[in-house]
């Protein structure tokens, strides 16, 4: 098994002690007594650089499941696949990919996994030690009639062996040399059966089981070297939840969890206290967690919920010392604690100081627990605002809905859009995720948003054009972290041209021919991570024959809109295919003659009458303005030059909308050389003198101008070329430079070869 070096761990000012010692409270990032560093952490002088910053927590690793000296383990989960793990070197950050469909932890570098659909059903499994390269042990238990319990050390195991008499026994199962030999634990009543084990700690594992006669599940702390119970506790009724840590042991202590108390056991003395979660009223579940004297607790779960509605607050990861009493909190929220191999306990869950990430909590030199980031995910714990999925200026005509994205979507939201020349408001409560059949105002994950049309019946009357201030508070149903507060303003107006969004969702879509003739259309959604477009679904076909065309533009709204193209025959003659809310309307004959042209293209509204109008270069390079009237039976006025001559030495234009910042709708014209040059629009149907964008543009086979891709209020631009590459380029609004860097986009990748894309 290799590891595949993926990044190093980079090096952190000291500021980061310093925020987590306020933030956390006193002592929380003392080194850990006994413990060695974690492998490559960098050892911080008096006034000089801090540990090295945190490793990068696995992508797409849905749950955290082992963790070792060397490493720690993730599973990795999509709907098309099984399962696989992930082992994640401390030292340098390098991976290992395991192909199994249930692992387990040793709290060691070995980890059981097998094939099964749980653990329990996973008969031959193997005890993989991954600071050795992933050698494994493997171990068949049929011939035992036995079913795993909880792997131990390198190569034992505690099992579940079922009798002749269909009675059961706990037994340790070893093996050398592919033998495998056992060992019944003493000291289990008789009756037990459907064994549960912690990983071990200094030799021992604290064991649960069932008791059928009293319908009970009991504990009992068994000495491994000595394969004997050394403690039982008739009387535990232990809440056993097989998706998370409900049992520990330390050298000092035993805990487990009974309904919403954490019971813990001193060792030496037998005497017995119990932690609450201090939610007076509340039923809350808990998962337990040993540091020596310290216990730990929480209530398990994920940042975003259980995905079934479920919002209940959770509580935050707290520790108590069992000696003198002293509480404090350690995280903002836990999710599933695992043992690590010196004692320490390592946790997926999150503060809102420093994010989503693995913690380790171990003791620090002056005995309390300490917290230290392992590795983080870079997502924030705390709600946050990732700004409008709505574009400006909006439609109030349009379908259309306002949008917002947050970081997380189990919030409570109170909005509020008021008109700001007249003051009139709008304001709802929001309820998002809490209901089964799932809220209105949902629309996917981090996402949500009101239709206008409840909006405009809220303000009681016709709602106004004009500039809207919108805000909004979003409360964590879940109680994680602080409320988020975010505000915002838009422009509206109706029935506004909405170049490239052929179904009115707010979002830009692409049509793209390909080799066959096959009109497809391509949705596309902003992704605020990548800063680029993204495929929103699958391509739709829209039909075939159109490679009889020599030219497709996108246009705009001419008629019904929303955004209507035209496309030249071989013969020059111009068709108009009108988009209205029923689809693509059976094409209109504009006229014939337009062969004359060598470019054609069309969106900007050039003359400032809110329609997108069409500009065209003939063979003698003069540049010619088609008004767009509005008609779809006449949809041009008659042609005006703005241009004599010199238009010849571009082989693309492209109308961007008003890119530049000016009075109306600009064009930007790429020559031979691939160098980019944009054209001002003055408002008047002319441009202003052309101002050089940069080279480089050559490499591309279409240039698109696609709206308001991000949402920001400013027109963007989508570049396809050879091999299926696609760039975005954000609009900047300055002439000086119109586009920002280029982002690569993946909405035409893994798409046949477009001959064509508009």
């Known amino acids: 098994m290799n590891f595949a070096r993926t990044t190093g761990r980079r090096r952190v000012s000291a500021a980061i002690t310093t925020v987590l010692a306020v933030t956390l409270g006193a002592g929380v990032l003392a080194v850990p007594a006994g413990a060695a560093p974690l492998p490559g952490a960098v050892a911080a002088e008096a006034g000089a650089e801090a540990e090295a910053a945190p490793l ?35 030292a340098d ?89 056992q060992r019944k634990i003493e000291g289990i009543p008789s009756d037990a059966r ?51 840590e409900y049992a520990s042991i330390s050298a000092t202590h035993l805990a487990w969890v009974s309904g919403t108390r954490v019971v813990t ?102 005995g309390r627990p300490a917290v230290e980031l ?48 007249t003051g009139t408001f709008f304001s709802k409560k929001l309820h998002l995720f809490s209901e089964s059949a799932g809220s209105p105002y949902l629309y996917g994950r981090g996402e949500f948003g009101i239709t206008w049309a409840e909006v405009a019946a809220g303000l009681g009357a016709d709602a106004p054009t004009g500039t809207y201030d919108w805000s909004y508070t979003a409360v964590p149903q879940n109680g ?22 052929t179904d009115r969702d707010g979002t830009p879509n692409l049509l793209a021919r390909d080799a066959e003739g096959v009109l497809w259309n391509l949705g596309t959604e902003y992704d605020t991570a990548r800063k680029s477009l993204v495929r929103d679904y699958d391509p739709r076909r829209i039909g075939g024959g159109w490679q009889g065309y020599d030219r497709i533009e996108m246009l705009g709204s001419v008629g019904h809109g929303p955004s209507d193209h035209i496309a030249r025959d071989k013969d020059g003659v111009l068709w108009l295919y009108d988009v209205t809310g029923a689809g693509i309307q059976p094409r209109k004959r504009i006229g014939g003659g337009w062969n004359t042209y060598t470019q054609l293209t069309g969106g900007s509204d050039l003359d400032g009458d809110g329609r997108p109008d069409l500009v065209a270069v003939d063979k003698a390079g003069a540049l010619w303005f088609y008004k767009n009237t509005g008609d779809v039976a006449a949809p041009f006025a008659a042609r005006k030059k703005i241009g004599t001559g010199g238009w010849g030495i571009y082989n693309q234009i492209t109308a961007t909308g008003n890119t530049g910042g000016a009075a109306a709708g600009d064009l930007v014209a790429r020559d031979k050389d691939g160098v980019l040059w944009l054209y001002l629009g003055k408002g008047d149907g002319t441009f202003a003198a052309r101002k050089q964008v940069g ?52 909405v035409l990748s893994g798409q046949p070869a477009y001959n064509h894309v508009l």
């Open 194 to 244: 459907s064994f549960e084990a912690t990983p071990a700690r200094d030799g021992s594992v604290l064991v649960d089981y069932f008791r059928p006669g009293d319908g009970t599940y009991q504990v009992a702390a068994v000495d491994l070297t000595a394969a004997k119970a050394v403690f039982t506790d008739e009387h535990a009724q232990l809440t056993r939840d097989l998706h998370r």
């Open 93 to 181: 950050g390098s991976t290992a990919t395991i192909d199994a469909s249930v692992a387990d932890s040793t709290g060691s570098d070995v980890v059981m996994t097998g094939k099964g659909s749980t653990p329990r059903r996973s008969l031959v499994l193997q005890l993989r030690d991954m600071a050795d390269g992933g050698r494994a042990v493997t171990m068949d238990l049929r011939p035992l009639n036995a079913v795993y319990v909880q792997a131990v050390s390198k190569d034992s195991i505690l099992a579940e062996v079922t009798k002749a008499d269909g009675s059961a026994e706990l037994h340790l199962v070893t093996g050398t040399g592919g033998t495998l030999t």
């Open 480 to 501: 994680v972290g602080p409320d988020l507060k975010a505000s915002g303003s838009f422009t509206a107006g109706r029935n506004l041209a909405t170049q490239h969004d």
């Open 374 to 421: 392992v590795a983080s995910t870079g997502e924030p714990t705390q709600l946050v605002h990732l700004g409008t999925r709505f574009p400006q200026p909006f439609d109030l005509a349009g379908p259309a809905p306002l949008k917002w994205r947050m970081s997380r979507d189990n919030a409570d939201i109170d909005l509020r859009i008021t008109h700001r020349a």
């Open 56 to 90: 990068p927590y696995p992508s797409g690793a849905s749950s955290f499941e082992a963790v070792g000296k060397t490493g720690f383990l993730t599973r990795n989960w999509s709907s098309s696949a099984s399962p696989t793990f992930t082992w994640t070197r401390f």
């Open 695 to 746: 080279g480089g543009w050559g490499a591309y086979t279409d240039t698109i101008g696609i709206g308001d891709g991000n949402h920001d209020g400013r027109p963007d631009l989508f570049a396809y070329g050879p091999n299926r590459t696609a760039y975005f380029y954000a609009g900047t609004g300055d002439y000086r430079k119109p586009f920002g860097p280029r982002v690569a986009s993946p």
């Open 265 to 366: 056991v001193n060792r030496a003395t037998g005497g017995q206290s119990s932690v609450t979660s201090g939610y007076e009223g509340e039923e809350l579940p808990l998962t337990a967690g040993l540091l020596g004297s310290w216990v730990t607790f929480g209530t398990p779960t994920s940042l975003e919920g259980n995905g079934y509605g479920i919002t209940d607050k959770v509580l935050p990861y707290m520790t108590e010392d069992l000696d003198s009493g002293e509480t404090f909190k350690l995280l903002d929220y836990v999710g599933v604690p695992r043992t690590g191999a010196d004692g320490s306990v390592f946790v997926r869950g999150g503060t809102v100081e420093h994010g989503e990430g693995l913690y380790r909590i171990s003791l620090g030199a002056d």
